[in-house]
Nanobody, 114 residues
Framework: QVQFVESGGGLVQAGGSLRLSCTASGITFSDNHIAWYRQAPGKQRALVAYITTDRTTYYVDSVKGRFTISRDNGEKRVYLQMNSLKPEDTAVYYC????????WGQGTQVTVSS
């Protein structure tokens, strides 16, 4: 079955960095656009960034210049390098096939202290 497993979250001070990792199974990874989403406390889950099969990337305005998404098709992994973190980046981060709304994993908690 389709499964996504996220890792790499943690507690970091504002201005710090984290690198999230997501491993996918049950899909032909290289044939899929993959996205990172996040859900902040009291808010709906929202798109953060995605990477296409040809490695074109998209970022929401709030993370442009700070976050970098990348993928390793051989390892079936997608990464999110997060730099210059802000308290408003605090959320649970998830990966998934871009545009899909099923098979959500547990996510990984990112907490940025001020």
């Amino acid at each position: 079955q389709v499964q996504f497993v996220e890792s790499g979250g943690g507690l970091v001070q504002a201005g710090g960095s984290l690198r999230l990792s997501c491993t996918a199974s049950g899909i032909t990874f290289s044939d899929n656009h993959i996205a990172w989403y996040r859900q902040a406390p009291g808010k709906q889950r929202a798109l953060v960034a995605y990477i296409t099969t040809d490695r074109t990337t998209y970022y929401v305005d709030s993370v442009k210049g700070r976050f970098t998404i990348s993928r390793d098709n051989g390892e079936k992994r997608v990464y999110l390098q997060m730099n210059s973190l802000k308290p408003e980046d605090t959320a649970v981060y998830y990966c998934n096939q871009y545009g899909h709304d099923s098979y959500w994993g547990q996510g990984t908690q990112v907490t940025v202290s001020s």
